[in-house]
């Protein structure tokens, strides 16, 4: 069973093994690892900013996700999505996809947003065909926008409207 928990100290302290793993960082378009002190002052003003969840399955953590940038209570009504998978025995297994469909509906019906967006790296299939899986589409891409490991890559930019999610949460009950 998935389920998505308030993130904190403890979620941070495991987290903190994941920042450094060196192919997640490049799915995630980072190429420095961290020290644990700016790991743990970036978690505290995450907390504050944005709507962080750790990812569980079966009572143990195996990733975070989050909206950033929320405007629930503007004209807008957007955020933006990001989500890994850190432990790496759990990639690949589909717990992804299930945080995703909780945090969409967080998103879309406690929230109450009309649009959220994410960024993916070009390189990313996996990630992608996910995202247009749960009905993400696709809104343009950045040309050689990100420079990593000696090379530019490019970014894709994705959104969901609320009311294309409804209709697909229709179609799966």
């Given amino acids: 069973?998935?389920?998505?928990?308030?993130?904190?100290?403890?979620?941070?302290?495991?987290?903190?093994?994941?920042?450094?793993d060196r192919e997640l960082m490049f799915l995630v378009n980072r190429q420095e690892g961290v020290r644990k002190s700016d790991h743990l002052?970036?978690?505290r003003r995450i907390i504050k900013i944005a709507r962080i969840f750790a990812i569980h399955h079966d009572d143990k953590h195996i990733g975070n996700c989050c909206l950033f940038d929320v405007n629930s209570d503007g004209r807008s009504k957007k955020a933006g999505l990001w989500i890994y998978i850190g432990d790496p025995e759990s990639r690949g297994r589909g717990f992804g996809e299930l945080?995703?469909?909780?945090?969409l509906e967080y998103g879309f019906?406690?929230?109450?947003?009309h649009k959220i967006y994410l960024y993916v790296m070009a390189y990313n299939g996996p990630a992608i065909?996910?995202?247009?899986?749960?009905?993400f589409r696709n809104e343009g891409r950045k040309k050689?926008?990100?420079?990593?490991d000696g090379r530019y890559y490019d970014t894709?930019?994705?959104?969901?409207?609320?009311?294309?999610w409804e209709k697909l949460a229709e179609n799966r009950s």
């Avoid at 069973?1 to 450094?20: V, Y």
């Avoid at 945080?99 to 945090?103: F, G, I, K, Q, S």
């Avoid at 065909?129 to 009905?135: A, E, T, V, W």
């Fill in 1 to 20: 069973m998935i389920a998505l928990k308030p993130f904190s100290r403890e979620h941070a302290d495991r987290t903190f093994t994941w920042a450094n």
């Fill in 41 to 43: 002052r970036w978690c």
């Fill in 99 to 103: 945080a995703m469909r909780l945090l």
């Fill in 109 to 113: 019906r406690t929230l109450r947003l």
């Fill in 129 to 135: 065909r996910l995202y247009k899986k749960l009905g």
């Fill in 144 to 148: 050689e926008d990100v420079f990593l």
């Fill in 156 to 164: 894709i930019h994705m959104g969901i409207l609320s009311r294309e």
